[in-house]
């Protein structure tokens, strides 16, 4: 129980922490790429879920090291041990304790965390760049919007610009300059157009000729842009049942298979099948680094280099929480980096268990 809450206590300001950290990062959503505060703020709680899974392996582990070191300072460990409560029994009650925290990892990287990024990056989809009136500075090029370059010479406090230039890249052929000595920007149903005065557009085209014509009032459509921001889902945020699927399809020879959240794609087969790992495979650590925290219950705080002891235990509990990451780099569609990645909690798992029991017959 005590486990629990400290465990609740400190992933919660963990996660707060990181997650205001990130949330001032992504501000760029707004003040770069012309998104609304509103879509700001859904796209960066929906965050939130994915922070709380990268640090739960460490909250958990420095939940056990800080209760057990703390039941040591105050001698109530000394009680367990003297009411007949074997060292044995305590690790084991812990590594059982421990499998509540391994499928609550797992539920959240294989559910929860796949479905509340793509679910941000909706937000993303669907935004029509509310904020885009305020990205225009004069005296520089603003290119936040997809194939859209816009130069304005002077914008007074009534939104009126003077001296525009509009660069339209229409297709990889046909480009359109267009030039304003004044405009505005104004809303009609919902949709955002800049309205130009006493101007020119070229016409700019590989295949023709350059054409010029020149006008006193036209409206620009600036809702067939689009954010530079990316909009399509990232390998991490695609269901992990999509992910699987794509991977069968792929070791069944076929190259590229269109699905409802990404391009099944042969080159992306390492980076599926480490993110499945990621997924699928990871939370078993967390029984390990149960067992390295629960090493501290071997030495009592009267022997001799206690502090030195518990360093060593926080190091290597650490330790595997680095190896852990690091080693999914060499999972992928190699069959022997694959056992390799696989067997190494496993068998880390078994020689510190073994260390474990050696210690505690050697000290009786």
Same mark, same amino acid.
């Given at each position: 129980r005590e486990i629990l809450f400290f465990f609740f206590i400190s992933s919660l300001a963990l996660t707060l922490i990181i997650w205001v950290i990130q949330a001032v990062n992504y501000l760029d959503i707004v003040s770069e790429d012309g998104h609304s505060f509103k879509v700001y703020f859904s796209y960066t709680l929906m965050t939130i879920p994915r922070? &709380?899974?990268? %640090?739960?392996?460490?909250? &958990?582990?420095?939940? !056990? +090291?800080? /209760? !057990?070191? =703390? $039941?040591?300072?105050?001698?109530?460990?000394? %009680? $367990?041990?003297?009411?007949? !409560?074997? *060292?044995?029994? +305590?690790l084991n009650a812990i590594i059982k304790f421990s499998f509540l &925290?391994?499928? #609550?990892?797992?539920? #959240?990287?294989?559910?929860?965390?796949?479905?509340?990024? =793509?679910?941000?990056?909706?937000?993303?989809?669907?935004?029509?760049?509310?904020?885009?009136?305020?990205?225009?500075?004069? @005296?520089? &090029? %603003?290119?936040?919007?997809?194939? #859209?370059? /816009?130069?304005?010479?002077? @914008? =007074?406090?009534?939104?009126?610009? *003077?001296?525009?230039? #509009?660069?339209? @890249? !229409?297709?990889s052929n046909n480009s359109q300059i267009i030039l304003a000595k004044t405009g505005e920007i104004y809303l009609q149903d919902g949709k955002k157009y800049l309205l130009l005065y006493n101007g020119r557009i070229i016409n700019i085209s590989k295949l023709k000729d350059t054409s010029v014509f020149k006008f006193k009032e036209t409206r620009f459509d600036l809702n067939k842009y689009n954010t530079k921001t990316t909009t399509y889902p990232k390998i991490q945020e695609v269901e992990t049942s999509q992910l699987i699927y794509c991977t069968q399809l792929l070791k069944k020879g076929l190259t590229y298979t269109k699905l409802d959240q990404m391009n099944c794609e042969k080159n992306f087969l390492d980076n599926i099948i480490q993110e499945l790992f990621k997924r699928m495979y990871l939370p078993i650590y967390i029984p390990l680094i149960a067992l390295m925290a629960s090493f501290l219950i071997l030495k009592s705080k009267s022997s001799f280099n206690y502090s030195a002891f518990k360093i060593y235990v926080f190091t290597a509990g650490v330790f595997f929480l680095v190896i852990s990451e690091i080693s999914l780099k060499f999972a992928g569609n190699n069959m022997l980096h694959n056992i390799y990645f696989l067997s190494t909690p496993i068998i880390s798992f078994l020689i510190m268990h073994k260390i474990f029991n050696h210690k505690l017959n050697t000290d009786r």
């Open positions: 922070v &709380f899974n990268k %640090i739960l392996p460490f909250a &958990f582990f420095f939940s !056990i +090291f800080y /209760i !057990i070191s =703390n $039941y040591e300072d105050k001698n109530q460990l000394l %009680i $367990y041990w003297t009411h007949g !409560i074997k *060292k044995k029994e +305590f &925290f391994l499928i #609550l990892h797992f539920i #959240l990287s294989v559910f929860l965390v796949p479905f509340s990024q =793509n679910k941000a990056r909706s937000f993303i989809r669907a935004s029509n760049l509310d904020f885009f009136p305020s990205l225009i500075k004069p @005296k520089r &090029f %603003i290119d936040t919007v997809e194939n #859209l370059t /816009i130069y304005v010479e002077s @914008k =007074n406090s009534a939104g009126l610009i *003077k001296n525009i230039i #509009l660069k339209d @890249k !229409i297709d």
